[in-house]
Protein backbone atom coordinates (compact mmCIF):
# COMPACT_ATOMS: atom_id res chain seq x y z
CA UNK A 1 0.00 0.00 0.00
CA UNK A 2 1.25 3.39 -1.00
CA UNK A 3 2.57 5.91 2.33
CA UNK A 4 1.80 9.10 2.28
CA UNK A 5 3.85 11.38 4.84
CA UNK A 6 3.47 14.83 5.28
CA UNK A 7 6.83 16.01 7.26
CA UNK A 8 5.04 17.39 10.22
CA UNK A 9 1.79 17.05 12.57
CA UNK A 10 1.93 20.56 13.88
CA UNK A 11 3.16 23.45 13.46
CA UNK A 12 3.20 27.35 14.89
CA UNK A 13 4.24 29.85 12.53
CA UNK A 14 4.11 34.01 12.74
CA UNK A 15 2.13 35.96 10.66
CA UNK A 16 4.45 37.11 7.34
CA UNK A 17 6.23 33.98 7.74
CA UNK A 18 6.99 31.84 4.86
CA UNK A 19 5.72 28.60 5.48
CA UNK A 20 6.56 25.20 3.42
CA UNK A 21 4.60 22.16 4.23
CA UNK A 22 6.16 19.01 2.53
CA UNK A 23 4.30 15.83 1.32
CA UNK A 24 6.39 12.46 0.06
CA UNK A 25 4.83 9.88 -1.28
CA UNK A 26 6.73 6.12 -1.82
CA UNK A 27 5.28 5.12 -4.96
CA UNK A 28 4.85 6.22 -8.59
CA UNK A 29 1.32 8.07 -8.41
CA UNK A 30 1.35 10.70 -10.68
CA UNK A 31 -1.88 12.84 -9.49
CA UNK A 32 -1.15 14.60 -5.69
CA UNK A 33 -3.45 17.13 -4.03
CA UNK A 34 -3.23 19.53 -1.38
CA UNK A 35 -6.46 20.04 0.45
CA UNK A 36 -7.60 22.52 3.91
CA UNK A 37 -10.39 21.19 6.27
CA UNK A 38 -12.10 23.78 8.17
CA UNK A 39 -15.01 22.76 10.38
CA UNK A 40 -18.22 23.22 8.97
CA UNK A 41 -16.55 23.88 5.55
CA UNK A 42 -15.24 20.33 4.41
CA UNK A 43 -12.24 19.59 2.53
CA UNK A 44 -11.07 22.50 -0.14
CA UNK A 45 -9.62 21.61 -2.94
CA UNK A 46 -6.03 24.35 -2.95
CA UNK A 47 -3.91 23.24 -5.65
CA UNK A 48 -2.99 19.91 -7.21
CA UNK A 49 -0.31 18.56 -9.63
CA UNK A 50 -0.60 15.77 -12.29
CA UNK A 51 3.12 15.34 -13.40
CA UNK A 52 6.68 16.41 -12.31
CA UNK A 53 6.47 20.68 -13.48
CA UNK A 54 2.81 20.43 -13.84
CA UNK A 55 0.30 21.88 -11.47
CA UNK A 56 -3.30 23.62 -11.65
CA UNK A 57 -5.18 26.01 -8.84
CA UNK A 58 -7.51 24.40 -6.94
CA UNK A 59 -10.68 25.99 -5.54
CA UNK A 60 -9.01 28.45 -3.57
CA UNK A 61 -5.51 29.37 -4.69
CA UNK A 62 -4.98 32.87 -3.39
CA UNK A 63 -2.11 32.68 -0.53
CA UNK A 64 -0.36 29.73 -1.98
CA UNK A 65 1.74 28.28 -4.11
CA UNK A 66 3.16 24.75 -4.97
CA UNK A 67 6.28 22.84 -5.79
CA UNK A 68 6.51 19.22 -8.10
CA UNK A 69 10.24 19.21 -8.47
CA UNK A 70 10.45 15.25 -7.91
CA UNK A 71 7.30 13.09 -8.69
CA UNK A 72 7.29 11.85 -4.98
CA UNK A 73 7.38 15.45 -3.51
CA UNK A 74 4.76 18.03 -3.67
CA UNK A 75 5.29 21.04 -1.18
CA UNK A 76 2.83 23.71 -0.67
CA UNK A 77 4.37 27.30 -0.11
CA UNK A 78 2.49 29.81 2.48
CA UNK A 79 3.75 32.91 0.39
CA UNK A 80 3.40 35.44 3.56
CA UNK A 81 1.47 33.25 6.32
CA UNK A 82 -1.68 35.18 7.78
CA UNK A 83 -4.31 34.06 10.83
CA UNK A 84 -7.01 33.03 8.20
CA UNK A 85 -4.62 29.87 7.08
CA UNK A 86 -4.91 28.14 10.06
CA UNK A 87 -6.34 25.14 9.22
CA UNK A 88 -5.60 21.05 8.71
CA UNK A 89 -3.81 20.65 5.70
CA UNK A 90 -4.23 17.57 4.07
CA UNK A 91 -2.11 15.98 1.29
CA UNK A 92 -3.82 13.22 -0.85
CA UNK A 93 -2.71 11.04 -4.02
CA UNK A 94 -4.67 9.25 -6.31
CA UNK A 95 -4.12 5.46 -6.33
CA UNK A 96 -4.22 3.56 -9.63
CA UNK A 97 -7.44 5.75 -10.96
CA UNK A 98 -9.87 7.20 -9.40
CA UNK A 99 -12.05 3.68 -8.79
CA UNK A 100 -9.47 3.35 -5.76
CA UNK A 101 -9.79 7.38 -4.58
CA UNK A 102 -7.40 8.85 -2.74
CA UNK A 103 -4.38 7.91 0.11
CA UNK A 104 -4.37 10.72 2.39
CA UNK A 105 -1.74 11.86 4.62
CA UNK A 106 -2.09 12.27 8.17
CA UNK A 107 -2.41 16.02 8.12
CA UNK A 108 -0.85 19.16 9.32
CA UNK A 109 -2.41 21.49 11.97
CA UNK A 110 -0.86 24.87 10.91
CA UNK A 111 -1.55 27.56 13.54
CA UNK A 112 -0.26 31.09 12.47
CA UNK A 113 -0.24 33.59 15.29
CA UNK B 1 -25.40 26.67 -3.73
CA UNK B 2 -22.85 24.53 -2.66
CA UNK B 3 -21.80 22.20 -5.58
CA UNK B 4 -21.44 18.99 -3.01
CA UNK B 5 -23.70 19.36 -0.28
CA UNK B 6 -24.43 16.68 2.62
CA UNK B 7 -27.36 16.26 5.38
CA UNK B 8 -25.82 18.69 8.10
CA UNK B 9 -26.28 16.94 11.35
CA UNK B 10 -25.07 15.81 13.95
CA UNK B 11 -27.21 12.53 13.07
CA UNK B 12 -27.22 10.28 16.40
CA UNK B 13 -29.12 6.65 16.01
CA UNK B 14 -29.05 4.18 18.48
CA UNK B 15 -26.97 1.07 18.32
CA UNK B 16 -28.10 -1.80 15.99
CA UNK B 17 -29.76 1.00 14.12
CA UNK B 18 -29.69 1.75 10.33
CA UNK B 19 -27.63 5.32 9.59
CA UNK B 20 -29.04 7.49 6.62
CA UNK B 21 -26.44 9.52 5.48
CA UNK B 22 -27.49 11.69 1.93
CA UNK B 23 -25.85 13.82 -0.26
CA UNK B 24 -26.97 16.15 -3.29
CA UNK B 25 -24.80 17.60 -6.19
CA UNK B 26 -25.03 20.24 -8.57
CA UNK B 27 -23.22 19.08 -11.73
CA UNK B 28 -24.90 16.80 -13.45
CA UNK B 29 -22.08 15.50 -15.56
CA UNK B 30 -20.62 14.33 -11.75
CA UNK B 31 -19.42 10.73 -12.83
CA UNK B 32 -18.13 9.12 -9.90
CA UNK B 33 -18.97 9.00 -6.50
CA UNK B 34 -16.88 8.76 -3.00
CA UNK B 35 -18.22 8.12 0.78
CA UNK B 36 -14.95 8.78 2.99
CA UNK B 37 -14.95 8.32 6.90
CA UNK B 38 -13.01 10.38 8.92
CA UNK B 39 -12.62 9.97 12.80
CA UNK B 40 -11.79 12.53 14.90
CA UNK B 41 -8.03 13.78 14.62
CA UNK B 42 -7.65 11.49 12.02
CA UNK B 43 -7.02 11.71 8.19
CA UNK B 44 -10.14 10.56 5.93
CA UNK B 45 -10.27 6.97 4.79
CA UNK B 46 -12.09 5.43 1.69
CA UNK B 47 -15.41 3.49 2.29
CA UNK B 48 -17.25 3.11 -0.68
CA UNK B 49 -17.10 4.67 -4.67
CA UNK B 50 -20.10 4.41 -6.92
CA UNK B 51 -20.47 5.02 -10.33
CA UNK B 52 -23.41 3.22 -11.97
CA UNK B 53 -27.28 4.04 -10.50
CA UNK B 54 -28.43 1.64 -8.04
CA UNK B 55 -26.79 0.38 -4.97
CA UNK B 56 -23.58 -1.14 -4.23
CA UNK B 57 -22.91 -3.34 -0.83
CA UNK B 58 -20.09 -4.04 1.11
CA UNK B 59 -20.64 -5.11 4.64
CA UNK B 60 -22.61 -3.07 6.30
CA UNK B 61 -22.78 -0.50 4.26
CA UNK B 62 -24.94 -0.01 1.14
CA UNK B 63 -24.10 3.11 -1.52
CA UNK B 64 -27.30 4.15 -3.52
CA UNK B 65 -26.74 6.66 -6.23
CA UNK B 66 -29.72 8.53 -8.40
CA UNK B 67 -27.84 10.41 -11.27
CA UNK B 68 -31.44 11.50 -12.26
CA UNK B 69 -31.95 13.57 -8.98
CA UNK B 70 -28.46 13.79 -8.55
CA UNK B 71 -28.41 12.22 -5.14
CA UNK B 72 -25.93 9.87 -3.28
CA UNK B 73 -26.88 8.38 -0.16
CA UNK B 74 -25.13 5.93 2.19
CA UNK B 75 -26.53 3.37 4.98
CA UNK B 76 -25.44 1.74 7.75
CA UNK B 77 -26.58 -1.29 8.90
CA UNK B 78 -26.30 -2.72 12.48
CA UNK B 79 -24.71 0.98 13.41
CA UNK B 80 -22.05 0.44 16.04
CA UNK B 81 -20.42 3.01 18.70
CA UNK B 82 -17.24 2.62 16.22
CA UNK B 83 -19.03 3.92 13.27
CA UNK B 84 -19.22 7.13 14.93
CA UNK B 85 -17.10 9.31 12.62
CA UNK B 86 -17.48 12.24 10.83
CA UNK B 87 -18.26 10.76 7.19
CA UNK B 88 -17.35 12.88 3.71
CA UNK B 89 -19.41 12.40 -0.13
CA UNK B 90 -17.36 13.55 -2.83
CA UNK B 91 -17.63 13.86 -6.24
CA UNK B 92 -15.84 13.51 -9.37
CA UNK B 93 -16.11 14.97 -12.68
CA UNK B 94 -14.89 13.11 -14.86
CA UNK B 95 -13.07 13.72 -17.87
CA UNK B 96 -9.95 15.47 -17.68
CA UNK B 97 -10.37 16.59 -14.08
CA UNK B 98 -7.41 14.60 -13.30
CA UNK B 99 -9.29 13.07 -10.49
CA UNK B 100 -10.02 15.60 -8.83
CA UNK B 101 -12.77 15.39 -6.05
CA UNK B 102 -15.03 17.59 -4.42
CA UNK B 103 -16.13 17.47 -1.34
CA UNK B 104 -19.07 18.05 0.98
CA UNK B 105 -19.13 19.82 4.17
CA UNK B 106 -19.19 15.99 6.29
CA UNK B 107 -21.90 14.82 8.29
CA UNK B 108 -21.12 14.09 12.18
CA UNK B 109 -23.24 10.78 12.98
CA UNK B 110 -22.63 9.20 16.34
CA UNK B 111 -23.65 5.69 17.68
CA UNK B 112 -24.68 5.96 21.17
CA UNK B 113 -25.29 2.24 22.92
Known amino acids: DVKVTQSSRYLVKRTGEKVFLECVQDMDHENMFWYRQDPGLGLRLIYFSYDVKMKEKGDIPEGYSVSREKKERFSLILESASTNQTSMYLC????????????FGSGTRLTVV | QKEVEQNSGPLSVPEGAIASLNCTYS??????FFWYRQYSGKSPELIMF????GDKEDGRFTAQLNKASQYVSLLIRDSQPSDSATYLC?????????????FGQGTILTVHP
Open chain 2, 27 to 32: DRGSQS
Open chain 2, 90 to 102: AVNQGGTSYGKLT
Open chain 1, 92 to 103: AILRDGINYGYT
Open chain 2, 50 to 53: IYSN
